[in-house]
């Protein structure tokens, strides 16, 4: 049995697959028992044939693809990809990236060091300018952003292993039994913020998330929707962002944090306004909050247990912390 699955989601990404593949399957060093799944979600561009012809039938390592008829997006690739996997961890990575020889051991060593790691997120530089992060795990603040640690200052900054709000799941490694505990990540978000919430689910149960430098991946970024900030990404994100909290805040959580998202959802209004995005952005929202108060948040709501208490408060103290580490940058 593999100590490790690797689950790659992938829409029309036959531009980046080869290098994806051959870093992963050809160019790891001293790596643990792996295998490879890959979950196409109704790709026309060639990827399900290059796929199996180039890597289900001679790759070294055991690659499976399995092909779906439509675009079901990102959190339903993922979870078919974690159920059929057999291996105690899952590391999810997306198909616009080049990992670099110690990859896989890096993340397999950090996840191991102790049983109450859910997650380790992989040291993500730029593909254009390796010399920079790309991220470095992920935080969020009491404004209610989520952001990547690091991005676009200098890779060398960040050569600790430490603890982050919640794992980048563009290349990361996940403890798949906890994902029973926990919940599953949520197929409602399609993409984006999917893995804030389910790091964030991890720690209401008590688990940490953290960041492991010595597992580094080259990322294009944006391949699937095409550039960083566009129409669909913007209406998502902000939707998501809103059920993320709606989803893991109990309510005296909610009243606490009010004036700060107020506030940090008016700064972000008026940054998309001058992208020509503003309408887009408030429709997200509020679809995002009749979403969270529907039956659809009802039912994902995270009950709130008493036994949890003290894990509210490490995370509202990180929401705190988390805007001063935004103003110094680190």
């Given at each position: 049995m593999s100590e490790i699955t690797v689950v790659i989601p992938n829409y029309n990404g036959m531009k980046y697959l080869p290098e994806c593949m051959t870093s992963l399957c050809e160019r790891q060093e001293n790596a643990p028992e792996y295998e490879v799944l890959?979950?196409?979600?109704?790709?026309?561009?060639?990827?399900?044939?290059?796929?199996?012809?180039?890597?289900?039938?001679?790759?070294?390592?055991?690659?499976?693809l399995i092909p779906m008829s439509e675009n079901t997006g990102f959190c339903h690739a993922v979870n078919l990809g974690i159920r059929k996997a057999q291996s105690p961890y899952v590391i999810l990575l997306n198909n616009d990236t080049k990992v670099e020889s110690g990859f896989l051991r890096g993340l397999y060593d950090a996840i191991r060091e102790n049983e109450r790691i859910f997650s380790v997120s992989a040291k993500m530089l730029m593909w254009d300018k390796p010399e920079l992060i790309d991220d470095a795990g992920d935080r969020y603040c009491v404004l209610g952003w989520a952001y990547s640690r690091g991005k676009g200052r200098p890779a060398d900054k960040y050569e600790k292993n430490v603890s982050v709000f919640s794992a980048c799941g563009g290349a990361a490694i996940y403890r798949r039994s906890v994902f029973e505990e926990i919940g599953y990540f949520d197929e409602n978000h399609f993409a984006y913020l999917e893995d804030l919430d389910i790091g964030y689910r991890a720690r209401i149960y008590g688990y940490e998330n953290r960041y492991e430098p010595a597992a580094a991946v080259l990322h294009y970024g944006s391949a699937s929707t095409g550039s960083r900030y566009n129409m669909r990404k913007t209406e998502l994100s902000s939707a998501n962002n809103v059920c993320v909290i709606g989803k893991n805040m109990p309510l005296f959580q909610w009243i606490l944090n009010l004036p700060f998202f107020l506030l940090g959802f008016g700064i972000k209004f008026l940054f998309f306004c001058k992208k020509r995005m503003g309408k887009l952005y408030l429709k997200g929202l509020l679809n995002g909050l009749k979403r969270s108060v529907g039956p659809v948040g009802k039912q994902t709501k995270v009950r709130f247990q008493w036994s949890h208490l003290w894990n509210y408060v490490k995370i509202q103290w990180q929401l705190y912390l988390n805007i001063f580490r935004i103003l110094m940058k680190s």
């Open positions: 890959i979950i196409d979600n109704a790709s026309v561009d060639g990827s399900v044939e290059y796929l199996e012809k180039e890597w289900c039938r001679k790759s070294g390592v055991r690659v499976h």
